[in-house]
């Protein structure tokens, strides 16, 4: 924020401020605000864990282990996203947590997607030899002319291994970052190109894209089999919940950085941007939290999987016993 001579408000130039700094500064309404906001984290962790022991009760292993990891997404940012707004300073291990967390939710989803055609055996059984395409995002999406792959235990290896390996670097390089903080070489402002955060951030960024097109090959060609499932709305959450968590984050980060949002001391314009997106995504987590638990509270029934150019076959029964999930 700008004085009305022209100079930066010197509280403007700060880093991010203690919690009680920053509670000393809120009026009614700011206290209000976190109030609402608390209390949806809350509820949306307490409807996870609702969710959890449901889930673990009626589903067998290891379907009930991936949905549990999969509905966890939504109640784990907003418990973060709530960490940060209460200690500003905690920001970058929150958000560190939470992209982890959210790295081994994307190999789950590939999982579960698999699973629910009766794991890799019966996956493989059904569609072993037959082209799957691969022209899809976010890494094929402008290449139609790409050839379809047959699909074998081996692509199925390749598939899941590209899914794994985000799951596995994102941790390591989240226990980097947060050494090399602590030694003061990581600074997530300091996006500089002789800055180590930039090239952590890029490289990141190549092991996301790579992990995602495993898990939209695989949906592209069997979300026909298992829209019974819902299937669809399940996959628009997890890519709403990516885009959120992470196109959002890395714009609202980016638009801060460079002074596009006002400082409000005794929050810094990077720390109010952040602040403010803390806060928009614990709204928008607990809202996919209630639509996931609406999407997966239903009952598992038989998976018929057909093909149209073969005489329609079907899947080992899931199981007729009724798995509200």
């Known amino acids: ?9 010197p509280a403007c130039l700060k880093g991010r401020p203690l919690a009680i700094d920053m509670l000393n500064q809120l009026d009614t309404f700011g206290y209000c605000l976190y109030f609402m906001l608390t209390l ?6 307490l409807v996870y864990l609702e969710q959890c022991a449901y889930i673990y009760k009626k589903l ?15 109640p784990v940012i907003s418990t973060m996203s709530c960490l940060a707004m209460w200690i500003p300073r905690a920001f970058m291990i929150t958000d560190l947590t939470s992209n982890s967390y959210f790295a081994v939710v994307i190999y789950k989803i590939l ?6 055609l009766g794991g890799s ?8 030899g037959k082209p799957f395409w691969i022209s899809t995002g976010p890494c094929c999406c402008c290449c139609p002319c790409l050839p379809d792959v047959p699909m074998s235990r081996r692509m199925l290896f390749l598939l899941k291994l590209g899914s794994l390996q985000y799951a596995i670097l994102k941790t390591v390089f989240t226990v980097l970052s947060i050494v090399l903080w602590t030694n003061g070489n990581y600074d997530p402002a300091n996006l500089g190109i002789y800055g180590i955060t ?4 890029l490289f990141v960024g190549v092991l996301t894209i790579i ?10 060609n069997m979300n026909r089999y298992l829209r019974p499932l819902k299937i669809i709305p399940k996959y ?10 992470q196109l959002q984050t890395s714009i609202v980060n980016i638009v801060a950085l460079y002074g596009n949002i006002a400082c409000a001391p005794p929050l810094s314009s990077q720390a109010r941007g952040t602040m403010l997106n803390q806060q928009i995504l614990i709204m928008e987590m607990f809202i996919i939290t209630l639509v996931n638990r609406f999407l997966y509270r239903r009952t598992y029934e038989a998976v018929e999987t057909h093909d149209s150019e073969e005489d329609t076959t079907a899947l080992p029964e899931a199981t007729l016993m009724e798995h509200d999930v």
Do not use: H, R
């Open 60 to 74: 067998p292993y290891p379907k009930k282990t991936l949905v549990i990891w999969v509905n966890g997404a939504a």
């Open 198 to 201: 930039l090239w952590i951030s």
């Open 1 to 9: 924020m700008e004085a009305l001579n022209g100079t930066i408000d």
């Open 236 to 245: 628009a959450m997890y890519q709403l919940t990516l885009v959120l968590s």
């Open 40 to 45: 949806m984290s809350c509820i949306s962790l």
């Open 121 to 128: 055996n019966a996956f493989l059984e059904k569609f072993s």
């Open 111 to 116: 999982l579960l997607l698999i699973e629910e």
């Open 211 to 220: 992990s995602l097109w495993p898990v939209a090959i695989v949906f592209m």
